[in-house]
């Protein structure tokens, strides 16, 4: 059985990326382990972003970029909204929307921070 795709402002893993159809809307979220800017690439940027269960790999136009430039320069965590696309067996997320997720990582490390450290182990 199938499970329904999620809607943004959910997000939708990595590892499902291959079930959707070419041209659907969708929400993906990561960490950015790469950013690339070529200068024949005419100011387009790709991103990777990485999930749980694989990467994620995102077209941003140069007029998207200007809008958001800030959120793909300075971005550790970023969710994008936009549509899938295959060229040649690899599949692309071209952005139409990015938000930086970033401070939710702040927080993990503060929850981090605050949990107890678990009992240690008995030896001898």
């Keep these: 059985m199938t499970h329904p795709l999620p809607r943004p402002p959910s997000a939708l893993i990595a590892a499902r990326l291959p079930e959707v159809p070419p041209g659907r809307r969708v929400a993906v979220a990561g960490l950015v382990i790469v950013r690339q800017r070529p200068g024949t690439a005419r100011g387009v940027v790709f991103l ?3 999930d749980e269960t694989g ?3 995102v077209i941003v ?3 998207l970029f200007e809008r958001y430039r800030r ?3 300075a971005g550790r965590l970023l969710r994008v909204t936009g549509r899938v696309e295959r060229q040649a067996g ?3 997320v071209v952005a139409e929307e990015i938000e930086d997720i970033s401070p939710l990582l702040d927080r993990l490390a503060d929850a981090d921070a605050e949990a107890p450290l678990p009992p240690r182990a008995q030896t001898g």
Aim: hydrophobic share 60%; net charge neutral; charged share 15%.
């Design 55 to 57: 990467v994620v790999n």
């Design 71 to 73: 959120a793909v320069i």
């Design 61 to 63: 136009w140069r007029t």
């Design 90 to 92: 690899v599949i692309h």
């Design 48 to 50: 990777t972003l990485e």
